[in-house]
């Protein structure tokens, strides 16, 4: 897998994320995905077996006390293969491939509600964030409830690109598609991501 960090060391308050190395943790990840898609998405066709698009990813845990993994999220760009959600929503991504733009697409995020410490799923966006900028990613693709355009839009200055994919993965809720500038990242991101005070100003200026 290719993968990386986004923050060498842990910063105060922040959750010790590390990128999936061994055979090990990526198993553990597959039994995550299985415990906690299954019974929300039952649409999800073999949620435990090994996903392609894990291996060129940025493939993202967290371990409890124990050294088990507890969350994890992956952020996937694009490739030979395009992304994760090319069958539903191909020509949206095409769109943003013909304006020249970098693209991955931000996914897979959830936690083990058992043990996990609430409030991990913040800390993922600021490592998708950080892990975008460092890669050269323009933007970030998300496909997620319709009900998240409530935070997106006005805390991460994301767009709507597709109200409904037509696809709920057996969950009986639409979903979305929604597009973020990491390079336009709305100033409330940082805040809410608890981030360093000073990552707002890290961000790149925009080409003339």
């Known amino acids: 897998m290719s993968l990386s960090i986004a923050y060498s060391q842990p910063q105060q308050d922040q959750p010790n994320i590390i990128p999936v190395t061994t055979t090990g943790l990526y198993q553990q990840v597959l039994q995550l995905r299985e415990k906690v898609y299954r019974p929300l998405y039952p ?14 990813a940025r493939l993202w845990v967290t371990l409890d006390p124990h050294g088990c993994v507890d969350s994890t999220a992956r952020l996937a760009p694009d490739g030979d ?7 539903y929503a191909g020509p949206y991504l095409d769109a943003l491939r013909d304006n020249g733009l970098h693209i991955a ?11 996990a410490p609430t409030g991990l799923s913040r800390h993922y966006y600021g490592h998708a ?12 693709v998300i496909v997620a409830n319709q009900n998240m355009l409530s935070l997106y839009g006005p805390c991460f200055g994301a767009r709507l690109l597709c109200p409904d994919i037509q696809e709920d993965f057996g969950s009986g809720t639409p ?20 981030m360093d005070k000073n990552a707002q100003s890290h961000q790149p200026p925009q080409p003339q």
């Open 43 to 56: 649409g999800i066709k073999n949620i435990a077996a090994a996903d392609p698009f894990d291996f060129g």
């Open 81 to 87: 293969a395009g992304l994760p959600s090319e069958a």
């Open 105 to 115: 697409e931000f996914g897979r995020l959830m936690s083990d509600q058992d043990h």
């Open 129 to 140: 964030w950080a892990e975008s900028l460092r890669a050269g990613i323009d933007t970030i």
């Open 175 to 194: 979903f979305s598609l929604y597009d973020w500038d990491v390079r336009n990242t709305a100033p409330a991101f940082f805040t809410w991501a608890r």
